[in-house]
């Protein structure tokens, strides 16, 4: 038909890049509520199918005839300018899909790891992940229910055992421009941390 | 760690990826996909799930936007998409990760973008 008018259209389109950030936590700490608040679209759920055979503690010998399980996890989008799009992708909420965190993580620019104060040994698995990988940089955001928090960041790094370098904000996940610095924040820390590890000379 | 399996082992073989289940294009669920010549109609010898994905990719779309909005599994998403772009159909666009620093600047215009629309 009109191939000659996209083809043009496509040239400049070829320019458009992403990136990706990913939003870590215990069930309910609020990733969806982050997500919703930044992001120019409503959160979009997507599934992925995993082999029972992949999560080792499941016992499937009851039910031999069930092979696959689903995750879903949701995304937001931001769009920076006409060539850079960011996503933000949630991390299924269970320990036990851990082994998915690493297609999830692979590839992000940084993470956040939202914490609920009032449950603060969900965040432990979130946590002692990219602690353990230290593959990207990650921060770790505070969600403030009700408009308070019941520990102070330095009591928090102390009992998830953060280290010292990470970032450790609290904010409001209801709230675009609150939801915003965390994410701004994580950028900031993913430059600082790639100027770091810069090679001198 | 050993005991971590490898993807193939985790995605369903699904029977129309031809029993693969590993794509050749380094696909993430954030990695934008483009239709190359959107004015053209897809090849009729496409399975179904391609041609869907042909058509939707004629404006560009993230591997997950692409598998929510056709109600694909991702697995079978980055296959399917990996398969169209071996065949030139699709082009598979950049992805920033950050890992290098030659990526900074694009990381500093993500930022400042963000400081833009986040005040």
């Known amino acids: 038909m009109v191939s000659n008018d996209f083809s043009s259209d496509n040239r400049s389109n070829r320019k458009k890049m992403s990136s990706k950030i990913v939003i870590a936590g215990g069930f309910g700490a609020g990733k969806t509520t982050l997500v919703s608040s930044v992001s120019e679209i409503p959160p979009v759920t997507t599934e992925a199918i995993m082999t029972e055979a992949s999560i080792g503690h499941d016992d499937t010998s009851i039910t031999p005839d069930k092979t696959t399980t689903t995750v879903a996890m949701d995304f937001g989008r931001i769009t920076i300018d006409d060539e850079l799009v960011m996503y933000m992708f949630g991390t299924p909420g269970q320990a036990r899909f851990w082994f998915m965190w690493d297609d999830l993580v692979r590839g992000a620019v940084g993470a956040v790891v939202v914490v609920d104060c009032r449950r603060l ?46 970032p450790i904000i609290d904010f409001d996940a209801r709230q675009r421009n609150s939801g915003g610095d965390v994410l701004k924040t994580l950028l900031r820390y993913a430059l600082q941390h790639n100027r770091a590890s810069e090679p001198v000379g | 760690m050993s005991f971590r399996r490898r993807r193939s082992n985790r995605v369903r073989p699904f029977t129309f990826t031809g029993g693969r289940t590993r794509s050749r294009h380094p696909l993430m669920v954030q990695t934008l996909v483009s239709t190359s010549e959107p004015g053209k109609e897809p090849p009729s010898t496409l399975m179904p799930e391609s041609i869907n994905i042909y ?39 950049p992805t920033i990760t950050g890992s290098s620093p030659s990526e900074n600047q694009v990381l500093e215009r993500a930022l400042r973008g963000l400081e833009r629309l986040f005040q």
């Open chain 1, 121 to 166: 040994a969900d965040s432990f698995d979130a946590v002692d992940y990219f602690e353990t990988n230290r593959r990207i940089p990650y921060i770790v955001a505070l969600n403030k229910f009700e408009g308070r928090l019941d520990y102070t960041a330095e009591q928090v790094r102390e009992a998830l055992e953060v280290s010292p370098e990470v």
């Open chain 2, 55 to 93: 058509r939707l990719c004629r404006e560009t779309r993230s591997l997950a936007e692409v598998s929510a909005e056709l109600n694909i599994p991702l697995g079978v998403t980055q296959v399917l998409v990996s398969d169209l772009a071996e065949q030139d159909m699709v082009y598979i666009h």
